[in-house]
């Protein structure tokens, strides 16, 4: 039972403002919604102006180390380098690194080549070779704000094929952000990327999806990528989560690996692409708070 907030009282949203002047318009709005039959978000769900202004630092840092591997990846690096240099940035960035003993998660970063859809664990033994695909997915601790985001990498020579499914999956990310606008259900952003990726000959994975971030790791809602328009939680102002379609050349089926219980992989063995974004739902569309 949320408590009944009065109109001069403080705003239940932390911002030390009166709720007349604060969230009270907004909640009557959400009110209409759900009287309407929309699912809407609970109150977690929905930032105010300074945790926003942690998320988007927190991005920041994000994104400065995405950067940093884009420069530096290269044919004949194994992954656990670019665990290494995803550590020692993020530390001198004085952030940390949101994975690193998440879950018992062993690394820095998720580091996921062709085949593997998400989840790959950085290791000596694996070096990126001629040809290869990576998904490199960095989350950050920052200031005690989280951001996520992750981008493909294109190792020396990659087949036409291959360099589409990359080059389409970041336009179905794009996609999606276009369709991010509030008063909306999240469905039209989720099924806008699920009918892309279609037209394009491609499947998306349906188990693994996005997720609210900022004041913890993984919040709610789970963000789905293939699912009906008229589906998913109502996108209010204030919210934050990922767009991060994992996009499968092949079929949409997946498995996990027994033996780490993390990595996720096709399961026909076919290619899979994924670009990662951060957007805060703002009063007219998004902002894009980590790419
Ligand atoms: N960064 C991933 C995501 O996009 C989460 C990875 S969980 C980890 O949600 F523990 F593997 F890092
Ligand atoms: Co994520």
């Known amino acids: 039972m949320l408590k009944k907030i009065g109109r001069n009282d403080n705003c239940w949203c932390g911002s030390g403002r009166k709720y007349k002047a604060c969230h009270m318009a907004?909640?009557?709005?959400?009110?209409?919604y759900k009287d309407m039959g929309y699912m809407v978000p609970g109150r977690k769900?929905?930032?105010?102006?300074e945790q926003l202004d942690g998320i988007r630092e927190s991005g920041k840092v994000n994104i400065a180390i995405l950067d940093y591997i884009a420069e530096n990846i290269k044919v004949g690096m194994s992954t656990e380098e670019i665990d290494k240099m995803?550590?020692?940035?993020t530390l001198e960035y004085k952030g940390i690194p949101a994975p690193l003993n998440f879950e018992g998660y062993p690394k820095s970063v998720c580091t996921s080549i062709n085949h593997e859809v998400c989840h790959g664990i950085p290791s000596?033994?694996?070096i990126l070779q001629d040809g290869d695909i990576v998904?490199?997915?960095?989350?950050?601790?920052?200031k005690d704000y989280f951001s996520d985001s992750s981008r493909m990498f294109c190792i020396g020579e990659v087949s036409k094929e291959k360099k589409e499914l990359v080059e389409n999956s970041?336009?179905?990310?794009?996609?999606?952000?276009?369709?991010?606008?509030p008063w909306h259900r999240i469905g039209e952003m989720g099924n806008g990327i699920f009918e892309f990726a279609k037209s394009k000959g491609y499947s998306v994975v349906r188990e693994v999806g996005g997720h609210g971030v900022g004041i913890e790791f993984h919040e709610e809602p789970f963000v789905s990528y293939s699912c009906p328009k008229e589906s998913g939680v109502l996108m209010v102002p204030g919210m934050v989560f990922t767009i991060e379609p994992m996009i499968n050349m092949g079929r949409s089926d997946i498995v996990m690996d027994d033996d780490n219980g993390w990595t996720i992989y096709t399961e026909d063995g076919m290619p899979s692409a994924q670009w990662e974004v951060?957007?805060?739902v703002t009063e007219d569309g998004c902002e894009i708070m980590a790419y």
């Open 26 to 32: 907004m909640d009557e709005k959400i009110q209409q």
């Open 45 to 49: 769900m929905i930032k105010n102006k």
């Open 124 to 126: 000596n033994d694996i």
């Open 278 to 280: 951060m957007v805060a």
């Open 86 to 89: 995803v550590y020692e940035k």
């Open 170 to 181: 970041k336009k179905a990310v794009e996609l999606g952000i276009s369709l991010v606008k």
């Open 135 to 142: 998904n490199v997915d960095v989350s950050t601790i920052y």
